[in-house]
């Protein structure tokens, strides 16, 4: 099965996480060419696989990691100023 | 809609789309929520003001409230503040019973050249006082602790004689499987209010033949029932292991631990280590065992209807991490992971191990964990660049597959469970059975709070309270 991907929608980042959870059932095979980067993906037991089910599994997850990353990249700022108030031993912390 | 977003992570269970935020506070609302949220067209105005209070997202770029936030979240890491709490002692190897999925690699009772020397015992007290907590948990294992009494009474004793001038608090747990509780035993258990953990596996059939011994079953009875009456019923509790036979009996074992009058029953699965490492297939046993839990988790909550006092443990150190706003202290689920944080071991062999499961993989020659000899100084051991390394994974907000996991406030890492079962210290989580049970355990009692919340919220707060 192959599933073709548009860099320019999906970070790198977002990808990864899809295939890194993908990869203890399914061996996947990355190529990019320009922004858009296929997927080719098979049974790692070599097994028939249904392959609209898999799809759908696939943007779902897409979708949530991108999610996800949006909101990673929202609040880096304050998650940092948050651990540095819980755990820095500076009293001096305080956001003006 | 103008408002920032916090830091929070979302997954779905059943119907719902759940949010968890950095100090495990929890939220639930219908699929397609979180997209909502990100997009600024959040439609319910009840949820909106769920969310600025609980910290998901705020009016305004730096919440009023954040160091209260972060309070909060210092207060759900407090263990770390504590150093290192818990330190168990293995006396010995040698045991009096022969159970089918011993972990510990045990050896017969009368086999020799297996015990701690009592210059260890001296040097693992003296390095137990060098954590900085004020609360000492001296916890005796095995093989069965109770078969070398006299260094039992000398590590108490060496640890009263310190803590002359330490002005520790000091807890005492003595393992056993209560079948060699003697009157000398019971009598050093009642002089220094040694609470006693014992194991009982259900009715007499399944515990005799978890164990090996055709009687087990009335002797360990026999000495709970001896301990309750010298300690107090409150002073002895008791774990189960659940070995593949007693997969088949989630209903029978609950009830023989209500019959017998405890009131908390841990549902505790094999670990891969020792003599359980034969067991043939892991996954189809981690399957199963979720559903024994399932089970068995069912029928506590009936008795509890019934007006009976049953909690799961495992499931109430779950409760707490998800309803309080306090750490629980149980090093198995924890990040940064229990090893050396919060738990040490100082085994039978003059070494110090990082983990009770560290000094299990020692007995197949695997001293991957073993941080080094007690001769050596406790700073050498503790901050050795073997403990360095680990620590560079003992963190599941830094780790793949678990930083994104909206579980994270609830689980732990586990480096030790990593090495043996996958090879490496850092895991690969898709095929992680560790992440595989807990996952699943705590989505079902996630599910448990947002689908029967008016039935069985009375029961949780009993049962974290």
């Known amino acids: 099965m192959k599933?073709?991907?548009?860099?320019?929608?999906?970070?790198?980042?977002?990808?990864?996480?899809?295939?890194?959870?993908?990869?203890?059932?399914?061996?996947?095979?990355?190529?990019?060419?320009?922004?858009?980067?296929?997927?080719?993906?098979?049974?790692?037991?070599?097994?028939p696989f249904d392959e609209t089910e898999l799809?759908?599994?696939?943007?779902?997850?897409l979708n949530d990691y991108k999610l996800r990353q949006t909101i990673d990249d929202e609040t880096r700022d304050i998650r940092t100023i948050l651990y540095a108030k819980a755990f820095a031993d500076d009293e001096n912390l305080t956001v003006e | 809609m103008k408002y920032y977003l916090l830091p929070f992570k979302f997954t779905r269970i059943g119907d719902h789309e759940v949010f968890v935020n950095e100090v495990g506070d929890m939220l639930h609302a219908p699929i397609g929520t979180a997209e909502q949220i990100v997009n600024r067209t959040i439609?319910?105005?009840?949820?909106?003001?769920?969310l600025v209070a609980n910290f998901f997202i705020s009016e305004i770029r730096i919440p009023a409230l954040l160091d209260v936030y972060a309070e909060r979240l210092a207060e759900k890491k407090r263990f770390l503040d504590d150093y290192t709490a818990l330190h168990i002692f293995v006396l010995t190897l040698r045991c009096n019973q022969n159970c089918i999925y011993c972990q510990a690699?045990?050896?017969?009772?009368?086999c020799a050249a297996s015990s701690m020397s009592r210059e260890n015992m001296r040097l693992a007290v003296q390095h137990m006082f060098k954590s900085r907590s004020q609360y000492l948990t001296m916890e005796f294992q095995g093989g069965e602790p109770s078969l070398e009494h006299d260094l039992f009474l000398y590590g108490i004793e060496l640890a009263e004689e310190i803590n002359?001038?330490?002005?520790?608090?000091?807890?005492?747990?003595?393992c056993t499987n209560s079948i060699n509780l003697t009157d000398e035993v019971m009598a050093t258990c009642k002089q220094y209010n040694v609470l006693i953990s014992t194991s009982l596996d259900g009715p007499s059939w399944l515990h005799n033949q978890n164990r090996g011994k055709q009687d087990s079953y009335e002797k360990v009875v026999k000495g709970i029932t001896k301990a309750r009456e010298i300690l107090g019923a409150d002073r002895v509790s008791a774990l189960m292991t659940a070995s593949e036979l007693s997969l088949n009996y989630p209903i029978e074992i609950v009830d023989e631990y209500h019959k017998l009058g405890f009131t908390s029953i841990f549902l505790r699965a094999l670990n891969p280590y020792g003599k359980a490492t034969d067991n043939a297939d892991w996954e189809a046993y981690t399957n199963r065992f979720i559903e024994f839990y399932k089970q068995a988790f069912e029928?506590?909550?009936?008795l509890n209807k019934q007006g009976h006092v049953m909690i799961e443990e495992y499931a109430a150190i779950i409760l707490r991490k998800l309803l309080t706003p306090w750490c629980t202290g149980f090093v198995d689920l924890q990040s940064p992971a229990g090893i050396v944080n919060s738990v040490l071991i100082y085994?039978?062999?003059?070494?110090?191990?990082?983990?009770?499961?560290?000094?299990?993989?020692a007995e197949e020659n695997d001293f991957t964990f073993q941080i080094g000899k007690l001769s050596e100084s406790y700073e050498n051991l503790v901050y050795s660049p073997k403990v360095k390394?680990?620590?560079?994974?003992?963190?599941?907000?830094?780790?793949?597959?678990?930083?994104?996991?909206?579980?994270?406030?609830?689980?732990g890492a586990d480096p030790v469970r990593n090495h043996s079962t996958q090879g490496d210290l850092y895991g690969f989580r898709p095929t992680s059975l560790f992440c595989k049970k807990n996952k699943a355990i705590i989505e079902y009692i996630i599910s448990c709070v947002i689908d029967r919340y008016d039935e069985l919220m009375p029961i949780f707060r009993n049962w974290i309270r």
């Open chain 2, 105 to 110: 690699s045990s050896r017969d009772e009368h």
């Open chain 1, 3 to 47: 599933l073709s991907i548009d860099r320019q929608i999906y970070s790198d980042a977002c990808i990864s996480k899809v295939v890194y959870w993908l990869s203890a059932q399914y061996a996947i095979e990355r190529t990019l060419d320009g922004t858009i980067e296929t997927l080719s993906i098979s049974r790692n037991d070599g097994h």
């Open chain 2, 347 to 361: 085994n039978y062999d003059g070494y110090m191990y990082a983990s009770d499961e560290s000094r299990m993989l």
């Open chain 2, 389 to 411: 390394e680990w620590s560079k994974v003992w963190n599941n907000e830094a780790i793949a597959g678990c930083s994104d996991c909206a579980l994270q406030a609830y689980c």
């Open chain 2, 299 to 302: 029928h506590i909550i009936e």
């Open chain 2, 164 to 174: 002359q001038t330490e002005h520790r608090h000091l807890t005492y747990v003595l």
């Open chain 1, 55 to 61: 799809r759908s599994q696939c943007l779902r997850l």
């Open chain 2, 43 to 50: 439609e319910d105005p009840e949820l909106y003001k769920s």
